[in-house]
């Protein structure tokens, strides 16, 4: 069980979330592969190879290396897709591909933590146009996400314009709680990776979720709970505030600035308690 419910008089606080396999069972971005490819954004060896990293992707992880090598790839996938399209996509396949593998234990502590007064932040080195929506669907109050450049035709160039990874999460993490006034000795953090170890180093309260092999070794060492989650679910089979989200579209904000040159930031706004 969480803590008790916040105290309002205190320094306000929130839970953040990576995405994949700690809120969801699989990758977001390579789960909408098949509807890229029947929308015509990828071929069928793009398909392929898409469906052969997810696999890897579940069976161990992905390293720093192994990381860069994707972004690399799904950069250069993603070049010259119209970026309404993709969100078209998105939007018209989430319910079916999305819903049945987020963990019922997920959605649980997403609910708990916003019983307890504290703001839901989803944190993904997925894509925006992805992650968006998810976040939306889950309820969370704000969405950190990679953010590709689009041109002026409306299409991805290939180029990242943001990457939320690594220690960039982190550093999202701190400038949210600066300009949102959250406590981060008060704040919690999950991940099933150990390339978000400056995320979980950065919040009072570090969880690990289906932790890698790495990241397990650092839970042990610094005494960090070790939660697993194996049960994915339909939302709309959980608590009827879970059937359809009843807020409005979350609201990008602000971008992180010293962030060099991939400086980008999306963060939702409209929180739960702040709607009328």
Not at 18 to 46: C, E, M, P
Not at 95 to 122: M, N
Not at 130 to 139: A, F, K, R, T
Not at 245 to 254: I, Q
Request: charged fraction near 25%; glycine fraction near 6%; include cysteine.
């Amino acid at each position: 069980m969480l803590r008790d419910v916040e105290n309002h008089s205190l320094p306000r606080a929130a839970a953040f979330f990576d995405l994949d396999k700690t809120v969801i069972a699989k990758s977001s971005t390579l789960t909408f592969s098949k509807s890229f490819y029947q929308g015509g954004l990828i071929n069928r060896r793009a398909a392929l190879r898409t469906a052969y990293a997810q696999f890897v992707f579940l069976a161990g992880g992905l390293d720093h290396d192994q990381m860069e090598r994707m972004r690399e790839y799904l950069s250069a996938l993603c070049r010259g897709w119209n970026v309404q399209q993709v969100r078209e996509i998105v939007a018209e396949t989430l319910h079916e591909l999305i819903d049945p593998i987020i963990y019922d234990e997920a959605a649980s502590l997403i609910e708990e933590h916003h019983a307890a007064g504290r703001d839901v932040v989803i944190v993904s080195t997925s894509g925006a146009e992805v992650v968006e929506p998810i976040g939306e669907l889950l309820g969370a109050d704000r969405v950190v996400a990679t953010r590709m450049v689009v041109g002026e035709d409306g299409c991805f160039t290939g180029e990242v314009e943001y990457y939320a990874y690594g220690p960039t999460k982190a550093e999202a993490i701190r400038e949210l709680a600066a300009s949102e006034g959250y406590d981060l000795d008060r704040c919690y953090a999950y991940s099933d990776s150990a390339t978000d170890l400056p995320m979980l180093q950065a919040v009072g309260h570090p969880h690990t979720v289906n932790p890698d092999r790495a990241l397990r070794r650092e839970a042990f060492a610094r005494g960090w709970p070790i939660l697993e989650f194996r049960h994915p679910v339909r939302l709309k089979k959980r608590l009827p505030a879970f059937s359809v989200p009843t807020r409005p579209a979350l609201v990008a904000a602000a971008a992180i600035g010293a962030a060099a040159a991939t400086a980008g930031l999306v963060w939702y706004t409209n929180r739960r308690r702040g709607t009328a």
